[in-house]
DNA sequence: ACAAATCGGTTGTATTTACAACAGAAAGAG
DNA sequence: CTCTTTCTGTTGTAAATACAACCGATTTGT
């Protein structure tokens, strides 16, 4: 696990704490150091979680089928991001979606009750990690009003436009490369593949848009 | 402002706290105590936010207007509960949404920084705040998520059977008042009021819900 | 290099939705 | 009580969407 501690000092959770100090919180917070292959679930719905992740390798997508197999992809974790901060309330119930690894990924799992009940041992650096955790899980929550925010246009078109708006907005630049596949973006958005590709295509005639594989540019 | 610390007392902020410690506390937390009439905007888009805001009375609609007039309703704020806690990160940014009195209604604001800041004073119960203040905002969190599943439906219907469901579970009953007249409901579930009214009735005739005003049935 | 699988774009049709307009019922104001 | 406003349901039409099916291009695995 030693060899993640460089990713795990850049991480939001850590920020702040020296690799050393990172080294001993590891026994501390009781990590543990999980790998995962393409395709296959980190956690599934109606799982109990008393632990928080941290993402130190490849992708995953918080993400839900339903009945009839709609896929809705909530949300995308991507290095160093962590999982699971919802979840430490004593009475939070069970995982009401998937976590699936869409690259090989490492995953490194954090006793919960360690973080959120300050050390005996009074790691010096406790404090810190709760106040990062704090700002995730605050960040996390102003994310996922943003995602309400386009979720809630009406067509397939507005909420392109919300969404790419959004991603220009984040990069600091007109050009930029989504995280999605074509298949992957209308799971995230939660309209029809097809739909949603005639109406990109649409747009990029109506010059209001350019694109090349992940690759979109706002005009 | 001494009235409603035996409201206070029971919002999931000052669970585990007394009413002598409250009132001791609101110094120590510079609270505002605000008085809104039905149809006044409490925040704005925009706006800055630097304190979290306790509702003692009335009712909050967290929402959007975007270009075209389509409001979307983010989230609903009863007596009890609170808001801003997604912004006390240093660099949150501004406001996303407006926040609504949609009844006349008391609110307490608190300075953020005297929360996630343990006052020199050492009140006691300081520590229990900031859990409390943990645990809403991963509570928050949750119903975010879940409000995302059931707004990530393709078909109104969908959404009005993921919407009910989860409020009879939530009831703990088949039968259940929503805190939403029509208008609101399709402005929180971000459909066309007609549309929804049309299909609210179409599922009733077909003997799956029954309704009288904001009094639902699932059958 | 080849076969298989994945991905992105296109089209047509049936379904669903948005929008506007209207009417009766209920609630609120004077 | 009466007038006004708000709320809810209804209808018709134009627009948008879901779904299925197909094809060519690209990628992947062997």
Redesign the pocket.
């Known amino acids: 696990m030693k060899e993640f501690i460089p990713i795990l000092k850049r991480t939001q959770l850590f920020s702040g704490v020296g690799e050393e100090e990172i080294g001993a919180m590891l026994n501390c917070l009781q990590a543990k150091l999980c790998i995962y292959i393409k395709g296959e679930y980190v956690l599934r719905q109606g799982e109990h979680l008393d632990k928080i992740l941290v993402l130190v390798g490849g992708k995953l997508h918080i993400q839900r089928d339903d009945y009839?197999g709609?896929r809705s992809i909530i949300n995308m974790i991507s290095v160093g991001e962590m999982f699971g901060e919802a979840y430490v309330a004593p009475e939070s119930g069970t995982l009401m979606n998937d976590v699936l690894a869409v690259e090989d990924s490492a995953v490194i799992f954090f006793d919960v009750k360690r973080i959120i009940t300050v050390c005996s041992a009074a790691c010096r650096f406790h404090s810190i990690v709760v106040q990062n955790l704090f700002f995730a899980i605050s960040e996390k929550n102003r994310k996922l009003v943003q995602k309400l925010t386009f979720m809630s246009k009406?067509?397939?078109?507005e909420k392109l436009i919300a969404y790419l708006s959004e991603e220009a907005k984040r990069h600091n630049s007109n050009e930029f490369c989504i995280p999605f596949?074509?298949?992957q973006l209308a799971d995230f958005l939660s309209?029809?593949r097809?739909?949603m590709?005639?109406?990109?295509?649409k747009m990029r005639d109506e010059g209001l848009i350019c694109?090349e594989?992940?690759r979109f540019g706002l005009l």
């Open positions: 009839w709609n009406r067509t397939t078109r596949n074509r298949q309209v029809d097809s739909a590709s005639n109406e990109l295509c694109f594989k992940n």
